[in-house]
T-cell receptor
Framework: QKEVEQNSGPLSVPEGAIASLNCTYS??????FFWYRQYSGKSPELIMS????GDKEDGRFTAQLNKASQYVSLLIRDSQPSDSATYLCAVIENAGNMLTFGGGTRLMVKP | AAGVIQSPRHLIKEKRETATLKCYPI?????VYWYQQGPGQDPQFLISFYEKMQSDKGSIPDRFSAQQFSDYHSELNMSSLELGDSALYFCASSSKDGGGTDTQYFGPGTRLTVL
């Protein structure tokens, strides 16, 4: 079992809709959670970080964290075709400061 | 704002050759991380340095070594290259701020192709 898991997708949503991306993790000691966006052949680009239970909003993006359920999600409102990319969930686990990534979810926003 | 710089951006090597990848962190960042991303895979952590000392070690082959220099730039040295080493190599940097949690910012990557 992977330590961080995501549905690989593709997740297809129409332009203007809400895209919901989910991630689960196994290490209960994990404290830091990140969402990165990665276009094909490019580097991961930080979208959001979240450390406390609840919601964190930044523009069209909302990250949600539930440590009891070991679950973190990303909502993208008013999805645009330019949002089409792979979204990587990343966790800093209890030991060390390295990022452990989920497999990524490919999002396709159709005009 | 200044970002992480990596060089070279592309590198082609033959099997059994050596390669050196360079990373220049964001100014005032003191921690550097190296990740390897194979085709269709997510990034895998290799090694990290904080204040020029190795801080964490991941799935880095013994054929690879790395260090961080006094100006905080880092180099990843890869020897006896194998076909399976063909991948994107990312460097990320962070700063240990007062909160103690490190947000990592990635460089553009080096695409290594081993023939």
């Amino acid at each position: 079992q992977k330590e961080v898991e995501q549905n690989s997708g593709p997740l297809s949503v129409p332009e203007g809709a809400i895209a919901s991306l989910n991630c689960t993790y196994s290490d209960r000691g994990s404290q830091s959670f990140f969402w990165y966006r990665q276009y094909s052949g490019k580097s991961p680009e930080l979208i959001m970080s979240i450390y406390s239970n609840g919601d964190k909003e930044d523009g069209r993006f909302t990250a949600q964290l539930n440590k009891a359920s070991q679950y973190v999600s990303l909502l993208i409102r008013d999805s645009q075709p330019s949002d089409s990319a792979t979204y990587l969930c990343a966790v800093i686990e209890n030991a060390g400061n390295m990022l452990t990534f989920g497999g990524g979810t490919r999002l396709m926003v159709k005009p | 704002a200044a970002g992480v710089i990596q060089s070279p951006r592309h590198l082609i090597k033959e099997k059994r050759e050596t390669a050196t990848l360079k990373c220049y962190p964001i100014p005032r960042h003191d921690t550097v991380y190296w990740y390897q991303q194979g085709p269709g895979q997510d990034p895998q952590f290799l090694i990290s340095f904080y204040e020029k000392m190795q801080s964490d070690k991941g799935s880095i082959p013994d054929r690879f070594s790395a260090q961080q220099f006094s100006d905080y730039h880092s180099e990843l040295n890869m020897s006896s290259l194998e076909l399976g080493d063909s991948a994107l190599y990312f460097c990320a940097s962070s700063s240990k701020d007062g909160g103690g949690t490190d947000t990592q910012y990635f460089g553009p990557g080096t695409r290594l192709t081993v023939l």
